[in-house]
């Protein structure tokens, strides 16, 4: 069982940065595969980034390719997103989910667990 907790959405200008953080619970952390998506209010979850348990592989979606990264830290069982230049179609609920995929899935049925989530707002 894995339980996650993101933290660090809020109100941001376009143009501005927000990182994203999701804590996770359990001794395991390492074994998972991760994930990010959003969903923006009247619209379906999508996939934003994901990273391999190693770290070492990072998917992203083209609309935030260039402009977000994804990462990690095992040892403190947290993974981040840094968003950058953002916009103001970047406003949705962002959510952390984990996989036992061992390679980045951009499908959410692949995730096996999922935080609460963490709003983000981008004003023009």
């Known amino acids: 069982q894995v339980q996650l907790v993101e933290s660090g959405g809020g109100l941001v200008q376009a143009g501005g940065s927000l990182r994203l953080s999701c804590a996770a619970s359990g001794r395991t952390f390492s074994t998972y595969t991760m994930g990010w998506f959003r969903q923006a209010s009247g619209k379906e979850r999508e996939f934003v980034a994901g990273?391999?348990?190693?770290?070492?592989?990072?998917y992203y979606a083209d609309s935030v390719k260039g402009r977000f990264t994804v990462s990690r830290d095992n040892a403190k069982s947290t993974v981040y997103l840094q968003m950058n230049s953002l916009k103001p179609e970047d406003t949705a609920v962002y959510s952390c989910?984990?996989?036992?995929?061992?390679?980045?899935?951009?499908?959410?049925?692949?995730?096996?667990?999922w935080g609460q989530g963490t709003q983000v707002t981008v004003s023009s």
């Open positions: 990273i391999s348990w190693t770290g070492g592989s990072t």
């Open positions: 989910a984990a996989s036992k995929f061992l390679v980045v899935s951009a499908n959410e049925k692949h995730y096996d667990y």
